[in-house]
């Protein structure tokens, strides 16, 4: 959520960074509210100071045995006039409050500008597709070949876009999964989480799906209670309405979950294989720092994202989101980019993002500074470290073989038990 002071105090700035965003974006809104709010303030401070002085009056009067009904009324009348007015202010906030959790936040100024994913920038390549005298086979058709991965049962067991992982499959999907978790706790200094899956419309709110994206959120009828889209949800929300101690940051905390997403509005899209899915597994890394340090931090996540997908031996680039194509919540988004053969193009598998204190005052989660003893918002930071059945996919795509096998990178062989998958 923006802060109302950033807005009161430079109005042109941030619409001018908004705009970035959609040109159609503007504060002008929360600042007409905001302006009407402070007047019904001000009037009802007049009237709460004039009704005080007033009802002293009614003390010396009623010493000076006079009569004291005509001044109770006016106090009476000066007291209903405050109730309208503490009711209309109540009513501006919940207003202005709707306004600002259903704005964006402001774009870094570093963030290139742009409408689309047409304007995102490209940072760097790291490794080179691999150049094979044979016709490379999409995932999907190799999923099925091997009997890895089964759509049809799984699309039976639920509906299209869920699939049925199976023997060497669900064996591979779990490999990943570990060697990302012990890479990031032993080697980048993550703490494990394993939080609920289902989180409520509070923790939903504090790292900005809702209100803005319900539509693409699973809710359980009749609770209060959503399937998560991501971990970020729950681990950022952890320390919600907390006040931490600067010692205690930066926080680094990683957790593996299965994500569930509606998809909504994706129809069309990546309908095959494992890239677009209503359920998927993904291993997601968070941090907690503060404002002086989460530029760096954010580098460094983003670099921790990386190490995996140099690990594993697999091509991908970093690519700078613009203006137009980062998330809501985000300031700043690096997007990192694996090699598909199926595709002949490079497909998301990691978005590394740097949200400020933007969900941070959604979620009230403060620190108190060393300097000034005050608390101040921390600034949030995630990124996927990396999403499993992308990371299935690439290796499925980036390591087959002519002879149908597809060879296993070797840092995973201690976990699959195996080096070739036949």
């Given amino acids: 959520m923006l802060d109302i002071k950033v807005i009161r105090e430079n109005p042109e700035k941030v619409n001018e960074l908004l705009k970035r965003r959609n040109p159609e974006l503007s504060i002008d809104g929360i600042l007409e509210i905001d302006a009407e709010r ?27 045995g006079q009569n004291t009904d005509e001044i109770q009324a006016q106090v009476k009348e000066i007291g209903d006039e405050i109730k309208s007015l503490e009711e209309k202010e109540q009513q501006l906030d919940i207003s202005q409050k709707n306004l600002l959790l259903s704005t964006p936040n402001i774009p870094d100024e570093t963030t290139p500008i742009g409408l689309s994913e047409d304007d995102n920038v490209e940072i760097k390549r790291v490794g080179e597709p691999r150049k094979v005298s044979f016709e490379q086979k999409a995932h999907w058709d190799i999923c099925v070949e091997k009997n890895i991965v089964d759509f ?24 990943i999964i570990n060697f990302f978790l012990d890479t ?27 209100p803005k994206f319900a539509q693409d959120m699973y809710k359980c009828e009749n609770e209060d209670l959503y399937l998560i889209p991501t971990a970020e949800v729950p681990v950022t929300n952890i320390y919600s309405g907390e006040i931490l101690n600067e010692d205690d940051l930066p926080k680094y905390m990683t957790a593996y979950t299965p994500c569930f997403r509606r998809e909504a509005g994706s129809a069309g899209k990546d309908t095959r294989g494992l890239i677009r899915q209503h359920q998927f597994n993904k291993v997601e890394l968070v941090k907690l720092c503060t404002p002086e340090t989460s530029v760096e931090e954010h580098e460094k996540l983003t670099r921790n994202a990386e190490r995996v997908l140099e690990l594993l031996e697999l091509p991908y680039r970093r690519v700078a989101l613009s203006t137009g ?21 490079y497909k998301e598998i990691s978005s590394c993002s740097n949200f400020g204190d933007f969900q941070a005052r959604r979620a009230n989660i403060r620190y108190r500074s060393k300097e000034t003893g005050k608390p101040v918002f921390v600034h949030t930071l995630n990124g996927s470290g990396l999403a499993v059945g992308r990371t299935f996919a690439a290796i499925l795509e980036n390591f087959q073989n002519e002879d149908g096998s597809v060879t296993i990178p070797k840092v995973l062989r201690k976990y699959t038990g195996w080096d070739v998958l036949k």
């Fill in 325 to 345: 194509d980062i998330g809501f919540s985000a300031r700043k988004c690096y997007d990192l980019e694996v090699w598909l053969p199926s595709y002949n193009n």
């Fill in 38 to 64: 402070r007047k019904v303030q001000t009037k009802a401070d007049e009237l709460r100071s004039k009704r005080k002085n007033i009802s002293q009056q009614i003390g010396l009067l009623k010493k000076q």
């Fill in 152 to 175: 049809e049962r799984g699309v039976k067991l639920s509906q299209s876009r869920f699939s049925l992982y199976r023997g060497k499959g669900a064996q591979l999907e779990r490999a």
């Fill in 184 to 210: 990031h706790t032993q080697e980048h200094g993550y703490e494990e989480i394993l939080p609920p899956v289902m989180v409520n419309a509070a923790a939903m709110t504090g790292t900005g799906q809702l």
